[in-house]
T-cell receptor, first 113, second 111 residues
Framework: EAEVAQSPRYKITEKSQAVAFWCDPISGHATLYWYRQILGQGPELLVQ????????DSQLPKDRFSAERLKGVDSTLKIQPAELGDSAMYLCASSGADSYEQYFGPGTRLTVT | QKEVEQNSGPLSVPEGAIASLNCTYS??????FFWYRQYSGKSPELIMS????GDKEDGRFTAQLNKASQYVSLLIRDSQPSDSATYLC???????????FGKGITLSVRP
């Protein structure tokens, strides 16, 4: 069964360090999403890609967060420098053409100390 | 601001009972609605989608949509302890395949 892949699954980093997350969407899915989920809340969209283009990054804290999807397939989300408030689950999802059905990867649990 | 509200919860039901989870949305532009199940420490899993007014059944799950009243619900029949999880409601924003998620309702099924 096709799945969204993410790595690492867990990451512990110190405040002010750089951290990166990787996502590989379901094969053929043109749309890729990065979400942040804080405990007890629903996922909040950070950035959305359509192929290699950014469709929505209005909620991405651009002073410290960056995201890319250079070849329109896999994607990387980076935080530099990490802050204590960045501790959360970072989720990647993908969807097919003209579909709102989003499928999530296993997520990366980030802890900033 | 487009919102999806899930204000009832946490919910506890005995095994075998019907669990009813409710959700309201603010944007009348929304046409597509989804329920995700999220086990503790895991990522959300899509379990139901509904696009038209009325009921949609899939096994023990029934999604209900009423666009006039702007609410979506999920019924789980014959609830099992394995159904214990947080259930997230999501609605489309009418643009760019973007979804807005509620904060979730935590369901506990007592054996």
């Amino acid at each position: 069964e096709a799945e969204v892949a993410q790595s690492p699954r867990y990451k512990i980093t110190e405040k002010s360090q750089a951290v990166a997350f990787w996502c590989d969407p379901i094969s053929g899915h043109a749309t890729l999403y990065w979400y942040r989920q804080i405990l007890g809340q629903g996922p909040e969209l950070l950035v959305q890609f359509q192929d290699e283009s950014v469709v929505d990054d209005s909620q991405l804290p651009k002073d410290r967060f960056s995201a890319e999807r250079l070849k329109g397939v896999d994607s990387t989300l980076k935080i530099q420098p990490a802050e204590l408030g960045d501790s959360a689950m970072y989720l990647c999802a993908s969807s097919g053409a003209d579909s709102y059905e989003q499928y999530f990867g296993p997520g990366t649990r980030l802890t900033v100390t | 601001q487009k919102e999806v509200e899930q204000n009832s919860g946490p919910l506890s039901v005995p095994e075998g009972a019907i669990a009813s989870l409710n959700c309201t949305y603010s944007d009348r532009v929304s046409q597509s609605f989804f329920w995700y199940r999220q086990y503790s420490g895991k990522s959300p899993e899509l379990i139901m989608s509904i696009y038209s007014n009325g009921d949609k059944e899939d096994g023990r799950f029934t999604a209900q949509l009423n666009k006039a009243s702007q609410y979506v619900s999920l019924l789980i029949r014959d609830s099992q302890p394995s159904d214990s999880a947080t259930y997230l409601c999501a609605a489309d924003t009418g643009a760019n395949s973007k979804l807005t998620f509620g904060k979730g309702i935590t369901l506990s099924v007592r054996p």
